[in-house]
């Protein structure tokens, strides 16, 4: 009995471990050419800029790309895992981490936007007097405002905690509220309970017509721009490391960024992100 136990036992660590351990699966597939590219991202997936830098490349390449909705966190410790072949991120100092421990290479830079804080109408803060974005964010504590964090270790959690910790305070209370979602999903709540929130200009673009209560309260600090980069797994260490380094390539070139130059003019009347050669001035 209890060597069928122990042998049960061993079952479910094994069961518990090979389900942690599994590919994550894909939010979406692009194309469907032979070769298969597993990329990790957040809002670029969110708001349709990957699709058609996939379409573009796919179709030189007979490939198809699996896109996991991650963010910048996430993503880099799937491609840590080898779960996915590339990650496109906006967290530098991690990335660069990533680059010197040896599991991530080929970091280039592809675009970048803004944050903005974003909040009720009526300012209960008086965000709109700051003098910088740290001065927002201490306001917003003071009047213990109800401020949103995504709290998932994100790109945008990332900076979030980084204003916190120049501004000298550990957000804690009622005021402050957790949503553990995407982009999105938290701008919306915010726009529901009439919260600030850091959301990024590409969103906020493309989600505003459809946000009641919330206006742009503070912008402009060099703090809060916000800079894209690629990185891919290392040769030969995942199946579509190969072809991440092509689409790395692909999205360096003119061809890629043009699309990211223009993508939303279209449908918005303005484009949702800045391209490589403008996010230079602010990658580090």
């Not at 796919?58 to 909705?69: G, T, V």
């Not at 991120?89 to 991530?104: D, L």
């Not at 903005?116 to 003071?142: H, K, N, W």
């Amino acid at each position: 009995m209890r060597r069928t136990r122990a042998l049960f036992f061993a079952l479910l660590v094994w069961l518990s471990t090979s389900a942690a351990a599994a590919d994550p699966p894909c939010t979406a597939v692009y194309g469907n050419g032979q070769h298969l590219l597993r990329l990790a991202t957040g809002s670029p997936g969110e708001l349709g800029l990957l699709e058609e830098l996939a379409a573009a490349f796919n179709a030189d390449h007979d490939s198809r790309l699996c896109w996991i909705k991650a963010g910048s966190g996430k993503s880099l410790q799937l491609l840590r895992s080898g779960r996915v072949d590339m990650v496109m991120v906006h967290a530098p100092e991690a990335e660069k981490k990533a680059v010197s421990e040896g599991w991530a290479t080929q970091r280039t830079l592809l675009a970048s936007n803004e944050f903005y804080v974003v909040g009720p109408a009526s300012d209960p803060a008086s965000v709109r007097g700051a003098t910088d974005v740290v001065d927002a964010y201490r306001r917003i504590a003071e009047a213990e405002a109800v401020f949103l964090s995504r709290g998932d270790n994100s790109g945008t959690h990332k900076k979030e905690r980084m204003i916190w910790s120049k501004a000298g305070i550990q957000p804690r209370g009622r005021w402050y509220m957790v949503t553990g979602t995407f982009m999105w999903a938290t701008l919306k709540k915010a726009d529901e309970v009439g919260g600030y929130f850091m959301t990024d200009s590409s969103t906020w673009v493309a989600a505003r017509k459809d946000l009641r209560g919330l206006r742009v309260l503070f912008r402009g600090d060099p703090l809060l721009v916000n800079v894209y980069h690629a990185l891919c797994a290392p040769p030969q260490t995942t199946e579509g490391a190969r072809l991440a380094r092509r689409f790395i390539e692909f999205l360096a070139s003119d061809q890629g960024q043009r699309i990211i130059r223009h993508y939303g003019v279209e449908q918005y009347g303005e484009p949702l992100y800045n391209d490589a050669a403008y996010a230079a001035q602010f990658a580090h």
